[in-house]
């Protein structure tokens, strides 16, 4: 089994910071794409940032300029680093990763991690 493992929310006023991580846990398995997507309340889940094994990214357009992603190949982690926070990036940040075990793609998602911008 892999399980994703996410940290790093917390609170934070407008124009902070947050620094997000997951790991990923397990073993046979091999991670093609982490994204990181996020869910504020009564709105639907939004792509965030996206990077593949390779290191090619793609970054909302909400967000390009304030957050980059990253992600350690032989740790199994990925990082979300958000500057110049504000207050509509409040949400549920939750992380996600296409990889492949015992030959078959899977796609496996976390439980989230809560960021607040407030003031």
């Known amino acids: 089994q892999v399980q994703l493992v996410e940290s790093g929310g917390g609170l934070v006023q407008p124009g902070g910071s947050l620094r997000l991580s997951c790991a990923a846990s397990?073993?046979?398995?091999?991670?093609?794409?982490w994204g990181w997507y996020r869910q504020a309340p009564g709105k639907a889940r939004e792509l965030v940032a996206v990077?593949?094994?390779?290191?090619?990214?793609n970054i909302a357009g909400s967000v390009t300029g304030r957050f980059t992603i990253s992600r350690d190949n032989a740790a199994n982690t990925v990082y979300l680093q958000m500057n110049s926070l504000k207050p509509e990036d409040t949400a549920a940040y939750l992380c996600?990763?296409?990889?492949?075990?015992?030959?078959?793609?899977?796609?496996?998602w976390g439980q989230g991690t809560q960021g607040t911008v407030s003031s």
């Open positions: 990077i593949t094994r390779g290191g090619s990214t």
């Open positions: 996600n990763v296409v990889l492949v075990m015992r030959g078959y793609p899977r796609t496996v």
């Open positions: 397990g073993s046979g398995f091999s991670i093609d794409t």
